[in-house]
């Protein structure tokens, strides 16, 4: 494989945008989710992403194509929901560890294939670890503040499976992404580093935390700072944001993670803010037209999309990132 930290040293690195906005496109129905192998599933699978990895697995392939197509140069898995946690909602926890490998063996395919059209230009896949449903920090009970639904221990358990499963599917990189909850994220980063010295792995691992509004602070109360001291005491590739808030709004945060972070720093935010309908109107012209300061001001070394992307929001974000010079690392921050 390339070293990926020399290429990011060279150039801006394009991640992929979203899973969900394109499988939307597929219509899906219950029978597609379950497919031959979950018919008498007793519990409804539609919805579940994931779960399409096993049941279509060409479709998300074709997903993946057209991302690497659009000139992604990393992409991400489609494993944002597999945990044990997370598919507890559909009595799936018996397939995780299939999902995981599943999912990193479409995206490695996907990967390999372009990168032998053009070894020039080698692609990368991540794994993609989500933050679960559940919170380390929050009570979800308004009357017991003190009750807590998951524990720090059963998050480190849940996470070292699907990391495990990543690994063993040939994921490039580890991404523990979406962190609302700080502890949560902790949680993964434990597992993987135990996990990676048991293997004697070297896999990178990428950071991207996400803020949920206007007051520049995580789910679970953090600032930027306190998140990226929250989590400084790992040796990490990346640290960014992604989702919740789009590209304008989320640049102040990122300007601020840039000068702070000794690591590479990704940005992908969501093609705007959701309608009253739940969907991203913002086109891949006005999308781009925003995140072009983040590349001119050189405040990112990864850039990508979130919710409401696609590949034309990708690809017109990949030829801008061709224009501009990456972050450079300062090391005495």
Not at 176 to 192: G, P
Not at 299 to 304: F, V
């Amino acid at each position: 494989m390339s070293n990926i930290k020399n290429l990011l040293e060279a150039r801006i690195l394009v991640l992929d945008g979203a899973m969900g906005t394109m499988l939307q496109a597929y219509a899906f129905k219950e029978e597609d989710f379950r497919g031959t192998r979950f018919q008498e599933h007793h519990i409804p699978l539609i919805g579940n992403n994931d779960l399409l990895s096993i049941t279509q697995p060409k479709a998300i392939y074709d997903v993946h194509a057209k991302y690497l197509a659009a000139g992604a140069d990393i992409i991400e898995t489609n494993t944002f929901s597999s945990t044990t946690i997370a598919m507890a909602d559909y009595a799936l926890e018996d397939v995780v560890t299939e999902l995981n490998v599943a999912s990193a063996q479409i995206a490695r395919k996907a990967a390999d294939d372009f990168t032998a059209k053009d070894p020039s230009k080698p692609r990368f896949v991540a794994g993609s670890i989500g933050p679960t449903n559940k919170t380390a920090s929050m009570s979800p009970d308004v009357n017991d503040p003190g009750y807590r639904a998951i524990t720090f221990d059963e998050l480190k358990l849940a996470y070292r499976q699907q990391a495990l499963g990543l690994i063993e599917g040939g994921a490039d990189i580890l991404m523990v992404e979406t962190v609302f909850d700080t502890l949560n994220a902790k949680a993964a980063l434990f597992a993987i580093d135990e996990l990676k010295e048991e293997l004697s792995n070297t896999i990178p691992v990428m950071v991207s935390g996400t803020i949920t509004d206007a007051s520049g602070r995580t789910l679970s109360g953090q600032t930027v700072e306190a998140f990226l001291v929250s989590i400084s005491h790992i040796d990490l590739l990346s640290v960014g944001f992604n989702c919740a808030l789009g590209a304008d709004q989320l640049k102040p945060y990122v300007q601020r993670l840039s000068q702070l972070s000794d690591c590479f720093v990704s940005a992908h935010p969501n093609a705007g803010l959701p309608n009253a309908f739940g969907e991203y109107d913002q086109s891949p012209e006005e999308m781009c037209a925003l995140l072009e300061p983040y590349m001119s001001d050189q405040l990112i070394n990864i850039i990508g999309g979130c919710c409401g992307s696609t590949p034309e929001h990708i690809r017109l974000i990949a030829d801008a990132a061709q224009i501009y010079k990456p972050r450079a690392i300062t090391q005495d921050v």
